[in-house]
């Protein structure tokens, strides 16, 4: 897909991955929504770089768990430019719970992280998929991780979403085409201010350093590494539908090899 002039949607992209995603379609002539449910001082921002690039915006606040907000927001882009043509379901949250705590988590913080990780791309998809069908070419990336492959991450309900996505990512594709393109990356641990925090320093640091000295490739991603891969699905893999892509360094292949020993 050529994206100079197209429209995209990014949900999440205050700051991290979705930001890195609206930059680097800007750069390219993209004209993007910018979405924040919470953190409206970095979606603006983030539309003040995607500008710099000559590109038109929207910043528009929404929660994609609510199904209006997500309808609200396909519409925002729709009645400014007449189209959509990708849409990046970044999106996401999160209860940090170690895996063997299981009083830690309750039927609400499920429901919670599901809205928005599972429901919320669901909502996000149907919300422009009329769009992408009458324009006859459109791009979905869903934006997983490695916790839904493997079973790790900052909780059990977290992992158990980002499969699900995995999953609709398949349903969706197969249910989608041929106009539109659906697919899907898994990235691992991602150098930021949201780890950090939900972390701790002292782990973020510790889980960082570990990563850069036992992965693989050595290096433990940025959020603009992550968003070249969601990019390479939307400008550079026309006949991809339906594939995830884990974006890690190759840690998964260390863990994988630790399992069996």
Known sequence: MDVQDAVAVVTGSSSGVGAACARQLAEKGCHVVINYAHNEEGAR????????????TIVQKADVADDDQCRALAN?????????????????????????????????DF???????????????????????????GSIVNVSSV???MGVGSSV?????????????????????????????CPGFIQG????QGLGSDAYQAAKAN???????????????????????????DVVT????????????AQAGMSRR
């Open 211 to 237: 990563i850069e000295a036992s992965s693989p490739l050595q290096v433990a991603c940025t959020p603009d590494m992550i968003a070249e891969g969601i990019l390479y699905f939307v400008c550079g893999a």
């Open 111 to 137: 429901l919670d992280i599901y809205a928005v990780n599972t429901v919320g791309a669901y909502q996000m998809t149907r919300a422009v998929a009329e769009s992408m069908r009458t324009s006859g070419q």
């Open 45 to 56: 921002a983030t539309q003040i770089a995607c500008e710099e690039y000559g590109v038109e």
């Open 242 to 253: 339906g594939e995830t892509i884990i974006m890690d360094g190759g840690m998964h292949l």
């Open 157 to 185: 309900a977290y992992a158990a979403s980002k499969g699900a996505l995995i999953t609709m990512t398949l349903s969706l594709a197969r249910a989608l085409g041929p106009a539109i393109r659906v697919n899907c990356i």
């Open 193 to 196: 201010d949201w780890l950090e």
């Open 76 to 108: 925002a882009a729709l009645e400014k430019w007449g189209r959509i043509d990708a849409l990046i379901n970044n999106a996401g949250t999160t209860k940090f719970n170690a895996h063997s705590n299981l009083d830690g988590l309750n039927k609400q």
């Open 147 to 149: 916790a839904g492959v």
